[in-house]
């Protein structure tokens, strides 16, 4: 779905208001999966915060192989003792203006062409119609920045240096020591 109207269309019939519950933020639900950024978003979300990068996320786990090395992919928000993303502040996002596409399309994501939506209280809901269309073109966007980051990666993947040792994460920037 390439159109914002027709997206925007999709995500009125699916209906979705914020409940302010926090469980996508707290890693609650059968999917609270890790936040998974590009190394740009998290220099964003890091400098929000008055962080260094290092302490704003951490190496997404799993790993692939690059020329023999085993390598992480990409970068995951950093979370606490109890699994909630660290910027999770009472009931708001410390990082708010700054946070990652993920945060801000939640619950939808599209898999291919098709919307698809994350387990969230506020689904059904009635949406007005601009924020609908502000959903659909941040979705897109999404979709966007995600192709681009991944083409840099295979670029990275394909030519750049690795150091000799330690824990290497790959991302549309190269090759870094975690
Ligand atoms: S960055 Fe903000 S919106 Fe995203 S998971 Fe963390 S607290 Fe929630």
């Known amino acids: 779905m390439t159109d914002v109207d027709a997206l ?3 995500i ?3 209906g979705f208001a914020c409940t302010r519950c926090g469980d996508c933020c707290r890693g609650v639900g059968e999917d609270g999966s890790l936040v998974m950024v590009g190394r740009a978003e998290a220099r964003r979300v890091a ?11 951490v190496p997404f786990p799993g790993e692939i192989e690059v020329r023999g ?8 928000l950093a979370r606490d003792g109890e699994g909630a993303c660290r910027f999770h502040d009472g009931d708001r996002c410390a990082v708010y203006d700054a946070r990652p596409w993920i945060c801000r399309t939640y619950p939808f994501m599209l898999d291919g062409e098709e919307l698809v939506a994350s387990e ?3 689904l059904g809901t009635p949406i007005a119609e601009d924020d609908a269309r502000t959903l659909a073109a941040d979705l897109l966007a999404r979709r ?9 990666v295979r670029c990275v993947v ?3 240096e690795l150091p000799p040792d330690g824990m290497l994460v790959v991302d549309a920037e190269g ?4």
């Not at 090395?69 to 995951?76: F, H, I, V």
């Not at 090759?175 to 975690?178: D, G, H, P, S």
């Open 8 to 10: 925007a269309s999709e």
């Open 12 to 14: 009125e019939r699916v």
């Open 47 to 57: 400098a929000a915060a008055g962080l260094p990068f290092a302490g704003a996320v």
């Open 69 to 76: 090395r085993a390598c992480r992919l990409g970068w995951a």
């Open 120 to 122: 969230c209280p506020g």
């Open 144 to 152: 966007a920045a995600e192709e681009d980051e991944a083409e840099r």
């Open 158 to 160: 394909a030519s750049a």
């Open 175 to 178: 090759v870094t020591r975690a």
